[in-house]
């Protein structure tokens, strides 16, 4: 996969399909826009191409928002890449972008991509305050010649597949059902910091988070994980929280990885999250607490591991 950072195609002569949106997530919505791409691409001997900004737009208009990602951009790279897509394009969203009418964007994809074609969600808006929909494409077809695909939502207990909702259910811990919307685990991907030291001083010594980028973290909690260590994968046992027992302050994400004793610090890993075991608590004592551990330890020894390490 080629990855066009800020470059347009302005010597490539191809008939070339394109994908647009902000794809936090990749999510089985946008997986939907990816697929669609690759096909009309192969019928007509171009590229499928997926244009998405590095930036959120959001983030751009206001520094001080809040908003959390699901996914980095590292990780867009890697499953668009698995995904077969020919080209990446990514982006900035400037100031240039952001002035831009929506029918000044269409020209500007046509000429400097090569568009033949161009996939949207249902939903998709583009342009100067968003003013630009789906309604807008279809009007100027014509006027630059390409063809427009409109993909269906994609639906999961009646609700519609999105990144807000995706949002929505890691922080509400949900994320098994975050698992079924994404196709693969929700994952953080960080460095192994020096914490408190506390686990190993009762047989369960954790490996300390430190989360790069504006990842969301999910709901306080603990989790069984799959833990990715050096390319090979392990169970895990993941906890987000204040460790309350030990009376702490801070937020930390913190793992007990199964069956492994190596020395990590320093070092980054990734945590993926296949299911919620339960809440945070704030145990009596300290034996209360290592009787829980004990029960979280079988529960992840009883599990299997979720991720193909093929894929990795």
Not at 16 to 40: P, Q
């Amino acid at each position: 996969m080629l990855i066009y950072d800020n470059n347009t195609l302005k010597n490539e002569e191809k008939n070339n399909y394109i994908a647009l949106g902000s794809f936090d997530g990749l999510h089985l919505g946008h997986l939907s826009l990816i697929e669609k791409v690759k096909g009309l691409a192969k019928e007509n001997n171009g590229k499928a191409i997926v244009f998405t900004f590095k930036n959120h737009p959001r983030i751009f208009l206001n520094p001080n928002c809040h908003i959390q990602l699901i996914m980095s951009n590292d990780e867009k790279i890697k499953v668009l890449e698995e995904k077969g897509i020919d080209i990446l394009a990514f982006k900035d969203f400037d100031d240039e972008i952001m002035k831009m009418m929506p029918e000044e964007f269409v020209k500007w994809l046509c000429d400097y991509y090569k568009v033949k074609g161009i996939v949207v969600g249902f939903n998709f808006k583009f342009g100067y305050k968003n003013l630009g929909n789906v309604e807008l494409l279809e009007k100027l077809q014509e006027k630059y010649n390409y063809k427009l695909y409109v993909m269906e939502p994609c639906m999961i207990n009646d609700e519609v597949i999105s990144s807000t909702l995706i949002r929505n259910e890691l922080l509400q811990g949900n994320v098994n059902k975050v698992f079924n919307m994404l196709s693969r685990p929700f994952m953080l991907c960080g460095k192994v910091v020096d914490g408190k030291k506390l686990g190993r001083t009762i047989g369960f010594p954790t490996a300390n988070l430190e989360v790069k980028d504006k990842k969301l973290i999910p709901k306080k909690g603990v989790y069984y994980t799959n833990v990715e260590v050096n390319g090979k994968i392990f169970k895990g046992i993941t906890s987000i929280g204040n460790n309350p027992t030990v009376n702490g302050i801070d937020l930390t994400i913190e793992t007990y990885i199964l069956d492994f004793n190596n020395d990590i610090y320093d070092k980054e890993i990734n945590v993926y999250f296949i299911d919620r075991i339960r809440d945070e608590v704030k145990f009596n004592n300290i034996e209360e607490l290592i009787t829980q551990l004990k029960k979280d330890k079988k529960y992840a020894e009883e599990r299997n591991i979720a991720i193909c390490q093929n894929n990795l």
